[in-house]
């Protein structure tokens, strides 16, 4: 697996929003300094990221974005680290990895530094396993397999789109569990990968993310977060609910569990607050949505699937507030971008022809 | 939770089918002492077991299943580990631990003996989470809580009914998985437990499981296996499927994880290959069977339940083989003589009603 975590430095990019401290690439430096970096930066276009020497990055500010997409920059949140996903539009690469700048090395319970992008890698190129559980987690694992009771037909697995990844110290905790455990950190490293089954939602952070673009990218939207949005922190969640719904479409699998970071310090739970506050009430309508969403069996892209996806978000969640018949036409507008700027991937003619 | 552990002891049975080595309850002796053994004796009545002094139990041979159940025995298996259900219906408390007689204490990666019997009490004193997939694994634990992005209004959680527990040695595979593997170890312990989401089935493993017979009880029946019946180990994996088709429809909880137990000795892959391969074919139309069956929304006692399931069993599986005709009607029969031990269990009336 060595070899192939080598063999994937053409084949993978790095996407980071603004990096804000530049501590975080020097502690990443002996695991990522071999890929390229895009830096998708979300605040003032005119402040200057330094990226220390020694790394192959691309960056991008608001400026770019308007000037690369034109009208459809309008689909990018701005001052949000929603802004990442322009990143993953404008890869070139077959795999994303995503982490945020308060992100550090975290070590494994023998003090060893866990190397994230290698079991990222791990998880992508081996299976899921979506129809059925497994009692012993990821089978494809050294040391674990199929139990018994396991029917033989499912063994082959699925290809996994999406490889979520944990968090030692600080949580990924909405603002009132951190109001209400100020002091609880994640001390527990839970030594598994797991298939999350189909028909089953989760609480996607992107915080610490790889996923396969080919197979899944044009539905790795983070929505309309941050400048001039009623809502903020639902970026990474939207995307998974989307995903998740698309993967079980289209017989693909997402994992979670290893590799953890360490999370250094959290974000301020009052700011955290006026940024969740309506997504509190909204998510008690969105995950019955999600839950409930069928996608016909014409929609064989994952771009097809996500225009479709967009009209049921317009006709069932418009109602909930009209935020949601904005983030619809702007989950059509980034189809239309993604397809521009990925004009020969798989399944864009079909999309295109749904999206128009 | 050590005062919950030591109050249910006149709450919980411990349930053994026939006790072939009897270092197993010195090594338990420390934590199963102060409970009471159902011990249920698999082979010819004639033998006697010789239980340790110092040991609260009692003992059931074939002649007190007969003469207990009357014609009724016959949906008890005969020479088969899944003997063992005789014990859940004659048990008069709230809780079940089941165990084989070649598990072992395991130790935890300190070293520490596991008290497996406090965490499947743990486990099924705290809420279980089936609609939504917490990535932090189960939120109710110490230094764990919802992530971001749970919705509020499911972190009550339902009742859990079953703690699916796991083996720390030899691992619990199919015959044919044990003999390409012969030497497979599992050294992994993974320090999490968690609920089985809603809609996602299972290989319950009857080795090392606990769980609320309030709650469950009536469908936790082990199947016909063993003397005169086409196959075996499939005892657990049959009550596995039943039980979570009903848990989810009940709206009760199945976690899995921790505890371990040590699992000493790996059974013979060979006779288990001669047990299993009808079971290795017939799964393949079980599963899909189970996954799609449907429970009538008037079905809201256990017994209603397991009743309704018989039917569907006799009018889909039927036609796999005549062995799911035989095992329909001994599910019902099932039923009938749990009724009978247990007149003023809940539903038991409505369920009579029905199995009639």
Known sequence: MASATHLLTDELDIVI?????????????????????????????????????GFDYELYNRNDINRILGPRSSCISFKDSACRCFGYMVSKKKYIFTIDDDCFVAQDPAGKPVNALEQHIKNLLSPSTPFFFNTLYDPYRDGADFVRGYPFSLREGVPTAVSHGLWLNIPDYDAPTQLVKPLERNTRFVDAVLTIPKGTLFPMCGMNLGFDRDLIGPAMYFGLMGDGQPIGRYDDMWAGWCIKVICDHLGLGVKTGLPYIYHSKASNPFVNLRKEYKGIFWQEEIIPFFQAAVLPKDCTTVQACYVELSKQVKEKLGKVDPYFDKLAEAMVTWIEAWDELNPTGPGAKLANGKAN
Chains 1, 2 share one sequence.
């Open 17 to 53: 929003p603004t990096i804000r401290n530049l501590d975080f690439l020097e502690m990443w430096r002996p695991f990522l300094q071999p890929y390229h970096l895009i830096i998708v930066q979300d605040g003032d276009p005119s402040k200057t990221i330094k990226v220390p020497d």
